[in-house]
C-alpha cells in the first residue's frame, strides 16, 4: 500500500485559476519522489494541501490509509508530526529572537509525547538533545548559541531540516530547499537530504523547479505542468523515448 495518496485533486483558486488540475499521484515508503515543474505549475499550492494549509473540495489525499481532512484537529495534529517540512525559507522557520539550541527543539517541545529512537529525551539534557540534532546535519556544538543571523543561509537550512528531523517523520516534504542557496551548497544540502534518507528511511517529497536536483536526489519523478501531471517515470527513464514533451523540453534546458 503506498503511504501516501492523491487522487484527483483539483484546487481552484478565486478569479478561475486553476492552481491543480486533476492531480493523482501515489508515494510508496521509503522513496524519493521529485516533483518538477516551473514557476507557477502547482508545486506549492501542492506542499500546502498535503500540509493541510490549503482545503480542498475536490479530490482526495491519504495518508498511511486516513484521509487528510484539513478541519479535523485531532487528526491535523498526528499528521502534522508525521509529516515534515522544509521551506524554501530557512529565515521563515527560524525565530531570529531564538538561540540555534531553543529552535532546533521547538518541534520537540510541542509535540511531548514523541520519544525518536535516535534521542533519549529522558536522560539528556536540552542542549544535549539539541547538539544531537545538529550533529545529524553535520553542525558543529558551537553553532548551539548563535542566533539565526549569524548563521549562512546552508547552515540555517541545516537547522531547518534538523528541526524537522527531531519528530522523526514517516514523510518529509522538501519545497525548493535550496533554491535560495549557492551552487556549492545546494548540492551539500542534496547530499545530507540523499544521506539522511538512506540513513533513515524516510519518505521524501522533494518539490523543486530544479531537474538537475530532482534526478540527482529521486527514484521517481513526476513532472507537473500548469496543475497538471504530465509525466511520471523512474529516474531510469530519464531518457527513454516516452518522455513527455515538456520533461524533454526540461532535460534539454538543465543541459544535463
Ligand atoms: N493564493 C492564491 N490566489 C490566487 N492564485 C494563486 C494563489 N496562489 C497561487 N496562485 C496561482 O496558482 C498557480 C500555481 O501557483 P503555485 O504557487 O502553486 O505554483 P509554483 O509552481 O509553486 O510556482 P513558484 O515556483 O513560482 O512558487 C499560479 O497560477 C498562481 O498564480
Known sequence: MSQLIVENLSIHYSKGVKA??????????????????????????LAKVLLGLQP???????????????KKKEALREYRRQVQMVFQDANSTLNPKLPIWKSVLEPLDNFKEVQPSFLNREEASRKDLAKALLKMVGLDA???????????????QRVSIARALSLEPGLLICDEPTASLDVTVQKQILQLLKGLQEKTEMTILFISHDIRAVTFLCNQIIVLKDGLVVDWFPLEELYHEDRHPYTKALIKAASF
Do not use: W
Open 56 to 70: 480542498y473540495k475536490e479530490g482526495y489525499i491519504a495518508f498511511e490509509g486516513n484521509q487528510i481532512v484539513p
Open 20 to 45: 491543480l488540475d486533476n492531480v493523482s499521484l501515489a508515494v510508496n515508503k521509503g522513496e524519493c519522489v521529485g516533483i518538477v515543474g516551473e514557476s507557477g505549475s502547482g508545486k506549492s499550492t
Open 142 to 156: 558551537h553553532m548551539l548559541e548563535r542566533f539565526p543571523v549569524e548563521l549562512s543561509g546552508g547552515q540555517k
